[in-house]
């Protein structure tokens, strides 16, 4: 390289190091409020930033970089929901030791408002959803997924089979996702 291509490389790298410097943080803060686990939205930060960096390079400048991190990280986000969606519940084998759903569609509450008010909202529409619910569907959700309340100690309450209250609990839960998926979509792309 002679003199003037690694003056210009020097210049592109101090350039770079100063808008990454500039944005890392406030990526950082918007990964967070997404990703609960630290190493996970580190990992989605050093995506982000290796992806600016190698459109720097090639240069691509990039107008605003801050919306284009945020777009990136955004993107990635929506990649490892995506990856790590689980089956839904009703395609689960459903047992006693299984997590509670609701603790499941609520974000971590982590004490930021943003997150107090998706609790919220989302709280409001599985109100609403439950509602919807027919009786016996609705008792087997309420009493499992609320109550605590094991498909076994059902059946013995209610003299329903167990068979009869796994049917009706997976079809709540199909019911609640459908109803639920449009908040939860909504929700992804802020």
Same mark, same amino acid.
């Given at each position: 390289?002679?003199?003037?291509?690694?003056?210009?490389?020097?210049?592109?790298?101090?350039?770079?190091?100063?808008?990454?410097?500039?944005?890392?943080?406030?990526?950082?803060?918007?990964?967070?409020?997404?990703?609960?686990?630290?190493?996970?939205?580190?990992?989605?930060?050093?995506?982000?930033?290796?992806?600016l960096v190698a459109a720097e390079r090639l240069a691509q400048p990039i107008e605003?970089?801050?919306?284009?991190?945020?777009?990136?990280?955004?993107?990635?986000?929506?990649?490892?929901?995506?990856?790590?969606?689980?089956l839904p519940l009703a395609e689960q084998a459903v047992d006693a030791d299984e997590? %509670?759903? +609701?603790? #499941?569609?609520?974000?971590?509450?982590?004490? !930021?408002?943003?997150?107090?008010?998706?609790? =919220? *909202?989302?709280?409001?529409?599985?109100?609403?959803?439950?509602?919807?619910?027919?009786?016996?569907?609705?008792?087997?959700?309420?009493?499992?997924?609320?109550?605590?309340?094991?498909? %076994?100690? +059902?059946? #013995?309450?209610?003299?329903?089979?167990?068979? !009869?209250?796994?049917?009706?609990?997976?079809? =709540? *839960?199909?019911?609640?996702?459908?109803?639920?998926?449009?908040?939860?979509?909504?929700?992804?792309?802020?």
């Open positions: 390289m002679d003199a003037v291509a690694i003056s210009n490389r020097m210049s592109q790298d101090r350039q770079i190091a100063a808008l990454v410097l500039r944005e890392r943080d406030r990526l950082l803060r918007f990964i967070r409020r997404r990703i609960d686990d630290a190493s996970e939205a580190e990992d989605i930060l050093q995506e982000a930033l290796t992806e605003q970089a801050g919306a284009w991190l945020m777009r990136v990280a955004r993107n990635r986000i929506i990649d490892r929901f995506r990856r790590k969606r689980p997590e %509670r759903m +609701l603790e #499941e569609l609520l974000p971590a509450a982590d004490g !930021t408002p943003e997150t107090a008010a998706m609790r =919220a *909202v989302l709280l409001e529409e599985i109100e609403a959803a439950l509602a919807a619910l027919p009786p016996e569907q609705r008792e087997v959700f309420i009493a499992q997924e609320l109550d605590g309340l094991t498909f %076994r100690e +059902l059946a #013995e309450r209610s003299g329903v089979s167990i068979n !009869t209250l796994l049917s009706r609990k997976r079809y =709540a *839960v199909r019911q609640l996702r459908a109803h639920l998926q449009t908040v939860y979509d909504e929700w992804l792309a802020e």
